[in-house]
């Protein structure tokens, strides 16, 4: 297991461009793919350390090319309990992440978009800070304290996920929430605008997905 591990997840959503590749990755980072993540990380010119699945979505050719990389191919029967993105994201846990990266998770089919978001729920991430991000918004569940760093006029949703979230403070938020509650089912905290650079989410009771759009 390492320490202070970093780690990006690829998914087999809809691939980040190559800036937005660049934007997330750092040196040093633990890159794992989620079965078909590896074709995008491999047009990108990138190196898994890992790629876990049942990897129907990679042939021969891909596979060939990834273990000729040194990449470790974890592979799952095709008839499993958890999604691709879930195994990645237990592997990340296992290996001692500290913080993980999720790019790819969007886009392509709404189910496995809304599973992938609700991936955020895994009692094995709690306490370890995990954002699925893209080109231009980030998200992650709070059941606690958080800071969203961004730009006056970025938008910022606040969505209560797995039932009622009590106690609710926001700062620097164009419509401020002040120990208030947002009720699973009605869209009161959606669009939401920063007044500046930084702004703060407080909550008592409950999981909120926090979802960041860069204006």
């Known amino acids: 297991m ?5 780690a990006v997840i690829l998914a087999n959503g809809i691939p980040p461009d190559g800036a937005t590749a660049r ?15 590896a074709r995008a990380a491999l047009s990108l010119g990138l190196k898994p350390e890992a790629v876990i699945g049942d990897l129907d979505s990679l042939d021969e050719t891909h596979q060939a090319q990834l273990k000729a990389m040194g990449c470790r191919l974890i592979v799952y029967p095709i ?15 296992e ?13 392509g089919r709404l189910d496995q978009e809304l599973a992938n978001v609700l991936l955020l729920l895994l009692p ?6 995990t954002h699925i991000v893209d080109e231009r918004q980030e998200m992650f569940v709070t059941r606690g304290e958080a800071t969203i760093a961004g730009h006056a006029g970025d938008m ?5 996920l797995g039932g009622d979230v ?23 905290g959606i669009s939401n605008v920063m007044t500046g650079d930084a702004a703060r989410v407080m909550v008592k009771r409950g999981a909120l997905l926090v979802v960041h759009s860069q204006a």
């Open 23 to 37: 934007r997330w990755l750092r040196t040093g980072d633990w890159l794992i793919c989620a079965d078909g993540g």
């Open 95 to 107: 290996e001692g992440a500290a913080e993980i990266i999720v790019l790819g998770a969007l886009g």
């Open 124 to 129: 094995e991430l709690e306490g370890i800070p």
């Open 166 to 188: 009590t106690g609710i403070i926001t700062e620097g938020l164009l419509y401020p929430l002040k120990a208030e509650p947002l009720l699973s089912g009605p869209a009161r």
């Open 156 to 160: 910022v949703s606040l969505i209560p």
């Open 79 to 93: 008839a499993k309990d958890w999604t691709d993105l879930e195994l990645a994201l237990k592997l990340a846990v």
């Open 2 to 6: 390492k320490t202070n591990l970093r």
